[in-house]
């Protein structure tokens, strides 16, 4: 979070009774290069309070405990937590804490779900912290490190399959998650259509995902927020990092412009080698494909007071096939995608007290997809473009009280959707059309608070948000009994430009509550309201990257979602082990679907195409992880349902089901996941996967018709059975610094990966196709065949 | 040596990622389906030709099981799974005003007074009521203009499609292009399909028997005790014939986006070289209501553009035609009407490779015909009659060339 930019920031507790006070000071320095740390968490618990403090610039930290016996921590992301314990004789310590780096030594740092030895953060339900360390350990396909398969690992959240793209947490759409890379919203998390992840995984500095209780200032989505923070640049040395894969290049170089004031990373990966593709097949000759992603941050130390920090993420995929269906009603053989993100973040922190500090963040995120027909006579290219904008300032205090925590802030933000703009180049054939833009803000105030007495801690946040649909923009009314289409419009109203069309706002409390009779055993229990006015309008199981953002309107209510969790958390052994279980209940009011049958390319009334209803989801998770030593891992089982419902009031003939409850795409009943790694020496270690999960829901046909001279497959309810059950095991074995020298200055990893061990032909989706005069079921794989890669990655300082 | 081997290794990723991705990985699936409940079906075209113009209504049955066959996995339904609905009364309302009765032909089949033809412009509304007393009315159709076709090209195609209906698998075709303008001043929506008159020689096969043609009743073939009940003999027709063959590809287009503009290299139908012998194509671009095209696009993309990483799962398609008291009732089937612009086309497939003369007949059986040897069983052996049917006649289709 926030702290990494005020190391100065002290997290004092004080005792406040008349009894002998002992003094532990000392420093941090990493063990190598005796380097001092700054950040590091130190703290332990006596008498049900929290002691805590984080070191300075110069390593430096002090605690002030009562007499007594202490265990006291030492944590710090990307390094190897340590332990000292102070005994009631001793007299005032001080210290040299000899802080090693994850990757130093054979102790491995792995997920976790926050327990109560995150004494220092909040004591929320549902949130996992996933360091990048941890994800790199976890088997990958192809090599490619990815957040978004690596959280597939965790208890709660699922997808539709390989080629997601997105995953669904606790019973949510994909949308209805907030994924956010230093504060900048992605709207397409993937390449290749869900096959890769956006990030430069040599960026990313750590994951928080909030599943359970979110923070108030997080707000607009329903479900859950990623939050990516990216690395900050580091202000005292040079350094490289980089690899190569079976599918990309990837280099990281940071530079310190003013050694401790001013630094500067670009990290970018790219995948180009399509133009070998002709040579193996024939067939491939038409396919080109190419992905890349680049992330520029520069900091600066303006003074011990002030930083600031600006940030430039581009992301870039072209995909080219004539073996895809084209952009209909254009005359052509070959089909192309092709999406662009570029996300802008500005970012000032400002300490205006030890204890007060202030935050002021301006990001911009644009979104640019197009899908597009090659005319076959003449090569010219024929582009649905559209785009989504989305402009925020963000302005916040937070405040460190004696055993309470504050945040108190503002937001502002402006979107502008433009639906589709057929571009037909130099087409004879094809008309140009725009459809008109959609403009909308929204205004919000948040505050959340956290306070800790004894054995209870709560959280507390309340967010209101206020959503404007502007104009211009034209308003149809509808006949109120009849289904709404073209045919049941009474009348059309212009608005005018920034006139509000529709408001819509409301407070969104969010609440936490952990009662701890111990160290090892904390239950909590957690109540949230989240408002999203912006979504996906898709037909497809799972989103494209050309799937259509529809801000919410007068006819498309804002989605609202409740949610309850209760959980129980256990520690054994020092935290060594970690056992939790959490239950979940979320209902979603004005969840959307599409109407059977519903088209949303260049629709210019989507309303037209979509129903409302609700949704209701219900979970259990168990997980069990080992978290220190040679051996680590963990196991989860989810037991998850999500169902969704039409709203009774819509017409009888857009109800989906007869306006029955039914199963939700990514309805999978049963997941498990195991997940294993295993140090063998300072030099090698293996990782093991293991998944399993229900099959999801699709929709089968009722039966066969003849029907204009071929043979079609007939379909009734929507959902109504299951494709086969998805379970596969990965393995990864890592080869660290093969060389043998440790203090060489350049570091070489590889990393061998096999992908789907035992060959299981997974099914993504199960399909009835009609060729001349007969039809066939069919099971689409992505990877039916063990994916065996090799990576190679690099560390120069 | 370093590089070379990453450069081979990158190769491969990237050839697994993408055959993986795209085609690699299409397996056949077993299905076993029960229909559990029973959907009337109603299919019928009006148009504006001189023809034989007809609705014909079905009722699949309950409990029919489709399943996929054993080597072709080819879904098919256990046994007979539709039922004719018989005596039902089905009129057409014509502008509102003009009623026209349908008579029927055959079970289930019912067929429009022959002085009926439809009119670009008129609205035209089915109505049925079932012999259980239910009525079903359509929505009002009105029958919109189309085009002319402005060039009409084929070109050879000798890759071709896979057609299972032939004994052969894939087949080579000649893919036909159309160019037309599309008028500036109306919403069009089109659909094409294709009729193929190839000429047959053999029209007649008797198992364990001998052709007879004049036995006095429907059945030509007699058994004969000589021959075994296996023994096929196969009878060349006595008068030119020709089987009629429907295309069955789904060919539909909107001027959504490409309103007023003229469309160059339209492909809309491919045909199978069945033989190498001339034969008639009968191209027909006809148009569309609205909601007919939406109703079709949405067959083809459950059935036809299916298999993608970005399929729109299915859904039942409502048609137009709805039980006037339950409006919930899924009837499948749509009841169209269409303007229609016909090209008959001399395709002389003297740009073809691989088709061998007269060989329609092996291509559909898997064999070559086995006529009756002369003068073995008796004096002379008849020539079979060319039975006119919906995929056969023995008149002359309009156009042949002689």
């Given amino acids: ?797 | 040596m370093h590089l070379p081997m990453r450069f081979n290794l990158k190769l491969l990723g990237i050839v697994l990622l993408i055959a993986g991705f795209i085609w690699g990985c299409v397996d056949l699936y077993k299905v076993d389906i029960q229909t559990a409940k029973s959907y009337l079906i109603v299919e019928g075209s009006l148009n504006d030709l001189p023809e034989r113009q007809f609705i014909s209504i079905y009722r699949t049955k309950a409990n029919t099981v489709f399943k996929s066959s054993d080597f072709t996995s080819t879904i098919v339904a256990q046994k007979d799974s539709y039922d004719p609905v018989r005596a039902a009364k089905v009129q057409v309302v014509e502008n509102g005003s003009i009623t026209y009765s349908l008579s029927e032909e055959t079970p289930g089949f019912y067929v429009m007074p022959f002085t009926f033809l439809g009119k670009p412009g008129s609205s035209y509304q089915l109505f049925i009521e079932l012999s259980d007393g239910k009525k079903y009315r359509s929505t009002i159709e009105t029958m919109a203009k189309v085009p002319p076709i402005e060039r009409i090209y084929e070109k050879f195609n000798p890759k071709g499609i896979l057609d299972r209906s032939t004994s052969i698998g894939n087949i080579a075709t000649n893919d036909f292009y159309v160019d037309f303008t599309d008028p500036v001043d109306e919403r069009n929506f089109y659909r094409w399909s294709s009729i193929t008159y190839e000429i047959q020689k053999i029209c007649a096969t008797c198992r364990g028997g001998l052709y007879y043609k004049d036995a006095g009743s429907l059945i030509e073939c007699q058994t004969d005790n000589r021959l075994s009940v296996n023994n096929l003999f196969d009878y060349e027709a006595e008068s030119l014939c020709w089987d009629i063959f429907y295309g069955n590809s789904l060919d539909i287009f909107s001027d959504v986006y490409t309103n007023g503009k003229t469309q160059k290299d339209k492909l809309i139908a491919q045909i199978p070289l069945y033989q190498s012998n001339p034969c008639l194509v009968v191209i027909r671009q006809a148009s569309l209501s609205p909601n007919a095209y939406r109703y079709l696009k949405l067959v083809q993309d459950q059935s036809i553009n299916t298999g993608t990483l970005a399929d729109t799962p299915p859904a039942p398609i409502k048609g137009n035609i709805v039980n006037e008291a339950d409006k919930a009732e899924l009837v499948l089937g749509y009841f169209m009407t269409g303007m229609v612009n016909e090209n008959r086309y001399w395709l002389d497939r003297k740009n073809t490779s691989g088709g061998q003369p007269d060989g329609l007949f092996y291509i559909k059986n898997g064999r070559e015909p086995n006529l009756e040897p002369p003068f073995l069983y008796r004096l002379s052996v008849p020539k079979a009659i060319c039975v006119n049917s919906e995929n056969r006649t023995s008149n002359s289709p309009s156009g042949w060339r002689f």
């Fill in chain 1, 1 to 797: 979070m926030n702290f990494k930019f005020l190391p100065l920031l002290l997290l004092f507790t004080f005792e406040g009774f008349a009894q002998r006070i002992i003094k532990m000071e000392g420093t941090i320095v990493d063990s190598l290069s005796n380097q001092p740390i700054s950040g590091v968490a130190v703290s332990t618990v006596a008498n049900n309070k929290i002691y805590g403090q984080i070191s300075d610039q110069s390593g430096r930290f002090a605690l002030f405990l009562p007499a007594g016996d202490h265990i006291i921590s030492f944590k710090l992301s990307g390094y190897v937590p340590q332990w000292r314990s102070i005994n009631e004789k001793s007299p005032d310590q001080t210290l040299t804490i000899y802080f090693q780096k994850v990757e130093h030594q054979l102790e491995q740092v792995i997920v976790s779900t926050k327990g109560y030895d995150e004494n220092i953060r909040k004591p929320l339900l549902g949130v996992n912290q996933i360091d990048i360390k941890a994800l790199s350990k976890i088997p990958a396909a192809f090599g490619e490190l990815d957040f978004l398969r690596g959280i597939q690992m965790l208890p709660g959240v699922s997808s539709v399959g390989e080629a997601s793209n997105g995953v669904n947490i606790r019973g949510g759409t994909t949308d209805q998650n907030l994924i956010l890379v230093d504060n900048t919203p992605i709207f397409n998390p993937t390449h290749m259509f869900g096959l890769f992840s956006v990030i430069p995984p040599d960026a990313i500095s750590n994951l928080d995902l909030y599943k359970g209780n979110v923070p108030a200032r997080f707000g607009g989505r329903a479900a859950a927020v990623m939050d990516i923070s990216l690395k900050t640049p580091d202000v005292t040395k040079f350094k490289m990092t980089g690899g190569l894969s079976l599918i990309s290049e990837k280099l990281m170089v940071n530079v310190p412009i003013i050694k401790d004031r001013l630094a500067v990373y670009i990290a970018a990966r790219g995948a180009f080698h399509d133009f070998l593709l002709p040579v193996f097949s024939e067939d491939l000759d038409s396919v080109r494909t190419r992905f890349s992603e680049v992330v520029g941050k520069l900091f600066w130390r303006i003074n011990a007071k002030n930083t600031l920090s600006l940030m430039g993420y581009f992301s870039n995929d072209y995909f080219q096939t004539n073996l895809l269906a084209t952009l209909p009603n254009v005359v052509g053989e070959t089909t192309f995608f092709e999406h662009k993100t570029n996300n802008y973040a500005l970012k000032w922190v400002s300490l205006l007290t030890p204890k007060l500090d202030w935050q002021t963040t301006l990001t911009v995120a644009n979104y640019d997809p197009t899908i597009g027909t090659i005319e076959t006579a003449t090569r010219n290219r024929v582009r649905l473009e559209s785009g989504v904008y989305q402009k925020q300032a963000t302005s916040a205090f937070n405040y460190q009280g004696k055993n309470s925590k504050w945040e108190l802030g503002t937001s502002f933000t402006k979107y502008h959707i433009k639906p589709g703009i057929l571009n037909p180049g130099n087409s004879t054939s094809v008309n140009a059309l725009t459809l008109p833009s959609e403009f909308s803000q929204e205004a919000d105030v948040f505050i959340d608070g956290e306070i800790s007495k004894k054995q209870f801690a709560a959280t507390f946040g309340l967010r209101y948000s206020y959503f404007m649909a502007l104009g211009p923009a034209d308003l149809r009314t509808y006949q109120p009994n009849e289904p709404r289409d073209d045919l049941s419009v009474i009348e059309s109203q212009r608005i005018d430009k920034g006139k509000i069309m529709k408001a819509y706002g409301g407070f969104e409390p969010r609440l936490g509550i952990r009662y701890a009779p111990n160290n090892a055993l904390s239950f909590k229990i957690g109540y949230n309201l989240m408002r999203q006015y912006i979504q996906i309008a898709s037909n497809t199981t799972t989103p494209i990257p050309t799937s259509r953002w529809k801000t919410s309107d007068v006819h498309i209510r804002p989605q609202v979602s409740h949610l309850i969790t209760g959980g129980l958390y256990r520690s054994f052994k020092n935290d060594i082990y970690d056992f939790t279980l959490e239950g979940y209940f979320r209902k979603s009011e004005n969840s959307i679907d599409y109407k059977p049958g519903a088209d949303f390319l260049l629709q210019p009334f989507p309303e037209t195409q979509l129903v409302q209803g609700l949704s209701k989801a219900y979970g259990v998770e168990v997980m069990f992880s080992k978290k220190k030593g040679n051996f680590t891992g963990w196991i989860n089982y989810t037991y998850a349902r999500t169902f969704n419902k039409t709203y009774a009031d819509v017409n009888v003939l857009e109800q989906v089901n007869n306006g029955n409850w039914y199963r939700a795409n990514y309805d999978r009943p049963h997941s498990f996941n195991l997940s294993i790694n295993l140090t063998a020496d300072k030099h090698n270690s293996f990782s093991f996967n293991f998944v399993y999960s229900t099959g999801r829901p699709y929709t089968e046909p009722v039966g066969f018709i003849e029907y204009l001279n071929n043979f079609y497959p007939y379909f009734d309810e929507r959902n109504n059975n299951r494709i086969p059950a998805y379970h596969r095991l990965d393995l990864a074995w890592h080869i660290k610094n093969p060389s043998m020298k440790e203090d060489k200055r350049w570091k070489g990893n590889w990393v061998f990966t096999v992908y789907n061990l035992y060959a299981r032909k997974n099914a993504y989706s199960v399909f009835f196709k009609t060729e001349n005069g007969a039809a066939r079921a069919y099971k689409l794989q992505i990877f039916g065949a063990p994916i065996v890669s090799l990576a190679y990655n690099f560390n120069y300082e």
